[in-house]
C-alpha cells in the first residue's frame, strides 16, 4: 500500500466513502469486451467489405486474421485491465473446421465451441450478437425486407443465434445478452416508412416466437438514428427500439453514439429504468457521426458511469463497449478504452451520491456545485494504481511498453 493511497483513503473516507469497498467492488463491474475491435469487425465467415452503414478506418499493420490470433490479442488486452469480463462474440465469428462451411442461417452452436473453451477456460461469460450486415444477403434491408426470401434468411439466422446465445449461458452458467442491431435504413426519402417498420416487428416477434430461457438469454434491441449511406431513415429508430421492447418484454440497448450529438444517454438511463427491468448499453464515443473512437474519459462517460452507480442498479445494467479503431495499434485502443471506462466508474464509485441527492433535494444548489466541482481534483487516480496494483495490472504507461513488446514481438510478424 503507497502513502499516496493512505492518504486518498482518508480524504474520501473523510466524504463517507471507504475506499477498500471500492476496490472491491470496481473489480466486480462485469465489462463486456467486444471482440470486434481485433480485426476491423471482419469476421470469419466471409471475406468481403464491412457493410451496414459502419466503418472502420485505418490500416494499421497487426489486425488478428485468424480465431488463434484473434484469441491472443484478447488474452492480451484481458491481462492489461483488471477486473470482471464477459466476451461478446458476434455471429460472424463463427469457427469453421477445415472445409466446413455454414451461411448465416444454418450456424450452429458447433460452430462456437472453440470460444466457449476460450471463455470457460477463463471463467467469463459470453454475449451474442446476430450479424445482419456484411453478407450477400444484406445489401439491402434485411429483417424489413419486402422480398419475402430474404427477410426469411435473416429471421432464421437470429432464431439460429437465439439457440447458440442459450447454449453460451448453458455452457458458461452466465446469462447470455444477446443484442440485435440491424443496419436496415435508406439513403434517401422513403416512400413507406411504415411497411418496413411493420415487417421488422414481424420478424423480430417471429424470431423471438421460437421460445428461450428468459433468465439465461436477454435478447436486446439496439436502435439507432442513421448510418453513413442511410442517411435519410432507420427503421429500428429510438422510438421504434422503445415501442417494441417495452411491449415486448425484452431488453433496451442504448449506443452512446447512436442519437442525436446534443441527446446524452447519461440522461436517458434513468427513464429507461423506471420502466423497463433491465437495460443494456454499448458504450462508446460519437465523434460528430456514429464513429466508434476509442472511449476517452471525457465528460459524457463519466456522466454514464455516473449515472449506472447513482441508479442503485447496476445489477440491472449489462454494459458493454462498442468501438472499432484501425488506424493506431489496435491492442492499445481495445485496452485505453476499456481502462478508461473502468476509470470513469471508479470515478462514479468514489462519489458521495446519498448526500449530494440530499443537498439536491433540500435546494442547496450552490453547495452541490461547489462539491461537484471541489470533488473532480480529489486523488481518485491514487486510487486507480492501488487497484491496478492488487489486480496485477500495470499503471500509468508503464503498460505502452507491454504493447510495444507485443507489437514487436507479435503484430508486426503478421505481415
Ligand atoms: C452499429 C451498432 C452495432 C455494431 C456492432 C458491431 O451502429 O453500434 O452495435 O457496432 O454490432
Ligand atoms: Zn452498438
Known sequence: MTKAYELAREKYAALGIDTEKVIDDLAKVNVSMHCWQGDDVKGFDFDGELSGGIQTTGNYPGRARTPDELMADIDKVLSLDGGAHKLNLHACYAIFEKGEFADRDALEPKHFA??????????????????????????????????????????????????????????????CVMNIWIPDGMKDIPADRMGPRARFVKSLDEILGIGYDKSKVYVTLESKVFGIGLESYTVGSAEFGMGYVLSRGIVPLMDNGHYHPTEMVSDK?????????????????????????????????????KEIVASGRIDDIAIALDYFDASINRIAAWAIGLRNFRKAMLIAMLTPHASFKAMQDEGRMTELLLKQEELKSYPWGDVWEEYCDRLGVKTGDAWFDEVVDYENNVLSKRA
Open 114 to 175: 472453440k470460444w466457449v473453451e476460450f471463455a470457460k477456460a477463463r471463467g467469463m461469460g459470453i454475449d451474442f450478437n446476430p450479424t445482419f450486415f456484411s453478407h450477400p444477403k444484406a445489401d439491402g434491408l434485411t429483417l424489413a425486407s419486402a422480398n419475402e426470401e430474404i427477410r426469411a434468411f435473416w429471421v432464421r439466422h437470429g432464431q439460429a443465434c437465439v439457440r447458440i446465445a442459450e447454449y453460451f449461458a448453458n455452457e458458461t452458467g452466465i446469462p
Open 269 to 305: 438511463i434513468s427513464s429507461m429504468l423506471l420502466f423497463a427491468p433491465k437495460i443494456a448499453l454499448h458504450v462508446t464515443r460519437a465523434v460528430r457521426w456514429d464513429s466508434d473512437h476509442v472511449i476517452r474519459l471525457d465528460d459524457e462517460t463519466k456522466e454514464i458511469a
